[in-house]
């Protein structure tokens, strides 16, 4: 059974420093990954989708990489900025689209 | 705008009671699912349609059930079987393109027991 795993669990960093989230997987047979953020009380955002044949993805000041062979994925935030304090889910699909998510790793941005 | 809608926002249910938790859709995608979120936990398939009058059990499906009778629409009940419903309840959607399966979430419904 797949298993998702994101470490660390919470992250606090001063505005403007790079922020690095990692995301582990136990089974490389993914159809592809995508990394969410969640606002307390809010619903998800999605934020990238790496299709199992890429190894990086970016939007903006976002990149994201995968490497299916060693079963991990790293988000990349540049310059972080208050507004980027939120939980950041991990999520591997299988070919029906089910997801299968990290518990989060919980951001915030000092200012 | 296209999107997902969950409705209520918030809901409260008695001990022995069935409720119902709606979803709907106007993205014109396939596939619908939902998941339950716990506090500190990731979140977990309750169930999933990949088209109109199917649906699948997802991981945690005892004490649900659901209906997919439409494409846009894809409501949950909650049943009294359900030891334990409080939580926060999430509705997504999906496409399917090249290489990949993009999902997207309805803000969310959270259900108290009451």
């Known amino acids: 059974k797949q298993e998702v795993t994101q470490i660390p669990a919470a992250l606090s960093v001063p505005e403007g420093e790079n922020l690095v989230l990692n995301c582990s997987f136990t089974d490389s047979a993914i159809y592809n990954l995508q990394w969410f953020r969640q606002d307390p009380g809010k619903g998800l955002t999605s934020l990238l989708l790496?299709?199992?044949?890429?190894r990086e993805q970016t939007s903006g000041r976002l990149n994201a990489s995968l490497d299916k062979s060693s079963g991990r994925s790293t988000l990349y935030i540049a310059a972080s900025q208050p507004g980027d304090s939120a939980t950041y889910l991990c999520a591997v699909a299988d070919s029906w689209g089910k997801l299968q998510f990290g518990a989060g790793t919980q951001v915030v941005v000092t200012p | 705008d296209g999107g997902i809608t969950q409705s209520p926002k918030y809901l409260f249910r008695k001990e022995g009671q069935n409720v119902t938790l709606s979803c709907e859709q106007n993205?014109?995608?396939?596939?619908m699912y939902w998941y339950r979120q716990d506090p500190g936990q990731g979140l977990r398939l309750i169930y999933y349609?990949?088209?109109?009058?199917?649906?699948q059990k997802g991981d945690i499906a005892e004490g649900y059930s659901v209906s997919r009778e439409k494409k846009e629409s894809f409501p949950l009940t909650v049943t009294s079987a359900q030891k334990n419903p409080t939580a926060f309840y999430l509705c997504?959607?999906?496409?399917?393109?090249?290489?990949?399966?993009?999902?997207?979430f309805g803000q969310g419904t959270r259900l108290t027991v009451v």
């Open positions: 349609s990949q088209i109109v009058n199917d649906f």
């Open positions: 993205l014109n995608h396939d596939a």
């Open positions: 997504a959607s999906s496409i399917s393109r090249q290489g990949g399966t993009e999902a997207f």
């Open positions: 790496i299709q199992s044949s890429q």
